[in-house]
């Protein structure tokens, strides 16, 4: 391995892709940067991360800035109480600590939405601190070129990888290494294809040289998904949609949606609707047609989503809210103000498509 770091680094000055928080890098760009990019690809990410700083280019502007604000330019990356911890950190920092990040690994942590992998991501990449950044791709290359054969999630072959880590950082150049190693995951020695013939590890991967490297890392069985059966409704009057904001807490926090709910054993999705409504906002409905099924899969969840377009049987009223806590009738072009969860952009965007969806009445 004595080469190997060495090798690393001359292959990252050359390969390394042009990203843009690379391209300034602070605690600032490395936090939201490296939050945005847990559990969802690089490429997606791009998009978000440049909106985020046109809209927000400093910890004093999130801290200015409203929860919805935030969460309408986090709208579709998923993991929705992220902005929420973005935005109490924010607060934080700005009102007690001059908007400037601690370079100490127990008080980044005490910060909300900063766990372990953060702070190391901070305290590395920002402040050049000799601490190994471990994510996904880092645990793929490490349990390949040491051919670690426990399960990758165990505490045992977690602590192989970060034992293995500090051996090789180097105490000056700890953001180029840790930068380095995960690009080498996410170019070269990836999930199902490594290209170990052009790897800078390859002399020393013990993994290619006893023929384990696909085989390695070792994962848990998955869990199977759960399968969700959901209706919604684009409710309609007078040319305008009703929309509802889901509460603080739970799953996608605060974040507006067509309302609607679970299919109970044996019922079809147009009775679910008609019942979702009455219970959750005392509205009578009836059902026009089906726009569409949407198949969207969550963490756990794979969610079939039966949308209708459906109309009040009396004149508009005050709802009662039940599993909301606020709710506005609005013109389909105001939809694109609210931030909505993946699955009833799916919607909106069909509405795009087709405006006289809305326009068309019975
Ligand atoms: Fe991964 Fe192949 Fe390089 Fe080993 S030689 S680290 S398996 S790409």
Redesign the pocket.
């Known amino acids: 391995m004595e080469h190997f770091v060495y090798d690393l680094l001359d292959w990252f000055a050359v390969a390394k892709r042009d990203l843009p928080w690379r391209r300034h890098v602070s605690p600032y760009t490395v936090w939201i940067s490296e939050i945005m990019l847990q559990q969802t690809q690089t490429e997606r990410v791009i998009s978000y991360y440049r909106n985020w700083f046109d809209n927000f280019p400093d910890i004093f502007s999130v801290h200015k800035a409203t929860e919805d604000a935030l969460l309408k330019c986090w709208e579709g990356l998923g993991y929705y109480s992220r902005p929420k911890n973005i935005k109490k950190t924010a607060d934080i920092l700005a009102s007690q600590n001059n908007g400037l990040f601690p370079e100490d690994y127990q008080q980044l942590m005490q910060l909300p939405g900063i766990g372990p992998y953060t702070a190391s991501a901070i305290l590395s990449l920002a402040f050049e601190k000799p601490f190994p950044v471990i994510d996904a791709n880092v645990e793929r290359?490490v349990s390949?070129?040491c051919n670690i054969s426990e399960v990758i999630k165990t505490s045992q072959a977690q602590k192989k990888i970060r034992t293995v880590l500090l051996t090789l950082l180097p105490k000056d150049k700890s953001r180029a290494f840790n930068q380095a190693m995960m690009e080498?995951g996410a170019l070269?020695?990836k999930p199902q294809r490594?290209?170990?013939s052009k790897?800078p590890?390859?002399s020393c991967?013990q993994?290619?040289h006893q023929g384990e490297?696909h085989n390695r890392p070792v994962k848990r069985k998955k869990k199977q998904s759960i399968p969700l059966e959901v209706s919604a409704g684009v409710l309609f009057a007078q040319q305008e949609v009703f929309i509802q904001k889901r509460p603080p807490h739970g799953l996608m926090p605060n974040l507006w949606e067509f309302p609607g709910g679970k299919l109970k054993k044996g019922e079809t999705p147009e009775a679910a609707l008609v019942r979702e409504f009455w219970e959750e906002l005392h509205f009578e409905i009836s059902i026009l047609d089906k726009m569409t099924v949407i198949r969207h899969s969550y963490t756990s969840f794979r969610v079939t989503l039966h949308i209708f377009r459906c109309q009040l049987l009396y004149e508009p009223q005050q709802p009662c809210l039940k599993a909301a806590v606020e709710s506005r009738w609005v013109l389909p072009e105001q939809l694109q103000d609210f931030a909505f969860p993946a699955a009833d952009l799916k919607v909106i965007e069909l509405l795009k498509k087709d405006p006289f969806t809305i326009l068309r009445r019975p």
């Open positions: 290359v390949r070129l080498l070269v020695c490594p290209d170990c790897c590890g390859q991967c993994g290619y490297v």
